[in-house]
T-cell receptor
Framework: DTEVTQTPKHLVMGMTNKKSLKCEQHMGHRAMYWYKQKAKKPPELMFV???????INESVPSRFSPECPNSSLLNLHLHALQPEDSALYLC????????????FGPGTRLTVL | AQRVTQPEKLLSVFKGAPVELKCNYS??????LFWYVQYSRQRLQLLLRHISRESIKGFTADLNKGETSFHLKKPFAQEEDSAMYYCALRFLKKTGNQFYFGTGTSLTVIP
């Protein structure tokens, strides 16, 4: 399996909801990433996990909470989001955290009402 | 501050014509640069990286440290090259390696 998968594809949530995004890879990669991409903008790095430990948090608000339960799985827990958090959330993985090649998932399109 | 600039948001060329997508960077250290591509309805994927000096799908990019540029070139554009292209920079911060995408150039190859 040489793909990064993300679920759900689309998510609509209210500002008081709690939801989670899921990302999975079975390539044996030890680094995983969350990016946020607004319309017509480049992806912006949010979090980096390396060997299941959080290594980079790019000053992301606490309403976004990442979790890496094992080396194949990465979650992003969402709580009390704002409408401006609506975006495409991309997950990526790489063999290690040197980023030599990142493999991207298709993304989850999030809409916050 | 580290920065990647892609001056052209949109670029159109005719099939068979040469194409150059510009990328300039600012970084005081030793940069590592990449080109990523996103075809319509497909996920973002690596096209090439400067460190490997390879040619992928006929595209090449040379790192010019004097001009701080990493332009992507192809001598003869094909219709299937139409896509969104992002130049990206990897650099070291206190917290670890960081990765920064440029704003992207949307390439349209006209038949």
């Amino acid at each position: 399996d040489t793909e990064v998968t993300q679920t759900p594809k689309h998510l609509v949530m209210g500002m008081t909801n709690k939801k989670s995004l899921k990302c999975e890879q079975h390539m044996g990669h030890r680094a995983m990433y969350w990016y946020k991409q607004k319309a017509k903008k480049p992806p912006e790095l949010m979090f980096v996990y390396s060997y299941e430990k959080l290594s980079i948090n790019e000053s992301v608000p606490s309403r976004f909470s990442p979790e890496c339960p094992n080396s194949s799985l990465l979650n992003l827990h969402l709580h009390a989001l704002q409408p401006e958090d609506s975006a495409l959330y991309l997950c990526a993985s790489s063999q290690d955290w040197d980023y030599n090649e990142q493999f991207f998932g298709p993304g989850t399109r999030l809409t916050v009402l | 501050a580290q920065r990647v600039t892609q001056p052209e948001k949109l670029l159109s060329v005719f099939k068979g014509a040469p194409v150059e997508l510009k990328c300039n960077y600012s970084y005081s250290g030793s940069p590592e640069l990449f080109w990523y591509v996103q075809y319509s309805r497909q996920r973002l994927q690596l096209l090439l990286r400067h460190i490997s000096r390879e040619s992928i799908k006929g595209f090449t990019a040379d790192l010019n440290k004097g001009e701080t540029s990493f332009h992507l070139k192809k001598p003869f554009a094909q219709e299937e090259d139409s896509a969104m292209y992002y130049c990206a920079l990897r650099f070291l911060k206190k917290t670890g390696n960081q990765f920064y995408f440029g704003t992207g150039t949307s390439l349209t190859v006209i038949p």
